[in-house]
């Protein structure tokens, strides 16, 4: 998954943007700010984000200049959690996938909570 900033306008003076940027996690996270075009930069990781990490990203854009007559307003702020792991692993030879929670491949059948939830809807204990 990748952290994605959209600018309003085409940037030339990519380095004074990049050297705006600041990201932080609560996890340590090894990745890389990547440009797509003029007017897109993704951050990306270079594996998965690590389960249940915050994530903190400033953009000290005010008076950034980031291309000739074009500089930013304002700074910009946002925080968000990745959740826990989910990775679907799926071959094309087999058509199967196989499921990863948190790590683990959870045990096949029927889910523990499938039991509670028909009990309830039947009115059966």
Request: net charge positive.
């Amino acid at each position: 998954m990748r952290f994605i900033l959209t600018f309003s306008h085409p940037i030339t003076d990519k380095a004074a943007v990049e050297r705006s940027l600041e990201l932080t996690t609560s996890n340590p996270v090894v990745g890389a700010w990547y440009w797509d075009g003029d007017e897109q930069l993704y951050f990306r990781p270079r594996d998965y984000w690590p389960a249940n990490t915050t994530v903190s990203f400033t953009g000290h854009f005010n008076g950034v200049q980031g291309a000739k007559g074009v500089y930013g307003t304002h700074d910009l702020t946002q925080t968000f959690l990745i959740g826990r792991s989910l990775i679907a692993v799926a071959s094309t030879t087999t058509h199967r996938t196989q499921i990863y929670l948190n790590g683990k491949m959870p045990t096949t059948g029927r889910p523990a909570w499938a039991g509670r939830a028909c009990r309830r809807r039947t009115g059966r204990t």
